[in-house]
């Protein structure tokens, strides 16, 4: 059975950091591309990074870029996510996906359609910035 979960999330007043982890068991972490999403009360499901299996291709949305970063730890199948210069805009659930899309690494978040590839879906983590 496979079982991805999150972890990290917490309330932070903004300008602060947080690293959400993931953790991933019954699944050849390395046989997937990993993701982030977030989702807010009201709001579509966003994607906001992408690490190749390997590491060796990385996408960020626009929202994100330069603030966070996505990194990956095949020993361990865990999968991080480093938040810097937290907004009260990313306030939202988290959460970690796995993703087995064909085709270029991370394609999908690319071209607009971020949970097309996804296999598996973590629970959730809630981030909270306060203003």
């Known amino acids: 059975q496979v079982q991805v979960a999150e972890s990290g999330g917490d309330l932070v007043q903004a300008g602060g950091s947080l690293k959400l982890s993931c953790t991933t068991s019954?699944?050849?972490?390395?046989?997937?591309?990993m993701g982030w999403f977030r989702q807010a009360p009201g709001k579509e499901r966003e994607g906001v990074a992408c690490i190749a299996w390997d590491g060796n291709f990385i996408y960020y949305a626009n929202s994100v870029k330069g603030r966070f970063t996505i990194s990956r730890h095949n020993t361990n199948n865990t999968l991080y996510l480093e938040m810097n210069t937290l907004k009260p805009e990313d306030t939202a659930m988290y959460y970690c996906?796995?993703?087995?899309?064909?085709?270029?690494?991370?394609?999908?978040?690319?071209?607009?359609?971020?949970?097309?590839?996804?296999?598996?879906w973590g629970q959730g983590t809630q981030v909270t910035v306060s203003s």
């Open positions: 019954g699944l050849k972490f390395d046989d997937y591309a």
């Open positions: 996906a796995a993703d087995r899309a064909p085709g270029p690494p991370c394609y999908h978040y690319r071209s607009g359609a971020p949970s097309r590839g996804v296999a598996y």
